[in-house]
């Protein structure tokens, strides 16, 4: 009997590992269909906004996302941005593709928007009159772009969400038929 209550201790344990990893999901989005030189990941923390923690807002971009462009990629979110402008870091999003966003991205490194000589900001859109964009601008004095550096010809499309690995469920599995085996006898 005692081996039994550990087996189901053991199975119980697992179970709830699982769940907690299973709300742990990231979700991803991509740029897909673009002009080449053009990418990007959004990883978000719920699979739709209505699931969101916050609400639908930038403060579900999780680390790692970016924009790439052929100038460079940016790659840290610039919340205070995101409030200032478009959607005021509001987001819209479901379980096949981002609907509503304008998010900030800044660059590790200076890139210079080179027809502006200023420092160059990335976006990621969505909902802004087209299915979705990777845009190139620069802040001075406002929100500045020039579109050869521009591509709304893509959209953020969700990946699928990994399922729980093949040695996960194989653990599972076995100890769920000990327990069933002990509690027989």
């Known amino acids: 009997m005692k081996i039994s209550n550990l087996a189901a201790f053991a199975v119980f344990t697992l179970f709830q590992v699982t769940l907690q990893n299973a709300s742990a999901a990231i979700y991803e989005y991509d740029w897909v269909g ?13 699979p739709s906004s209505a699931l969101a923690p916050n609400g639908g807002t930038d403060a579900d971009v999780q680390p790692g996302s970016y ?6 990629t940016f790659s840290v979110l610039d919340r ?7 959607t005021a870091g509001v987001m819209s999003w479901n379980a096949s593709q981002i609907t509503m966003m304008w998010l900030f991205f800044q660059p590790t490194t200076p890139i210079n928007c080179p027809y502006y000589n200023q420092p160059a900001i990335g ?8 299915t979705g964009g990777v845009e190139v ?8 772009s020039f579109f ?8 953020w499309e ?3 969400v990994p399922e729980p690995s093949g040695f996960a469920i194989l653990i599972m ?11 027989k006898f």
């Open 80 to 86: 205070g941005l995101d409030a200032a402008f478009g």
């Open 67 to 72: 924009v790439s462009t052929p100038l460079g």
């Open 158 to 160: 969700a990946e699928p």
């Open 137 to 144: 601008g620069c802040i001075s004095g406002g929100y500045a």
């Open 173 to 183: 599995c076995v100890g769920m038929l000990f327990v069933n085996r002990q509690t």
């Open 148 to 155: 050869s550096y521009d591509d709304f010809s893509g959209s």
């Open 123 to 130: 976006c990621a859109l969505a909902g802004m009159g087209h």
């Open 34 to 46: 673009g002009q080449p030189g053009f990418s990007g990941q959004i990883f978000l923390d719920a």
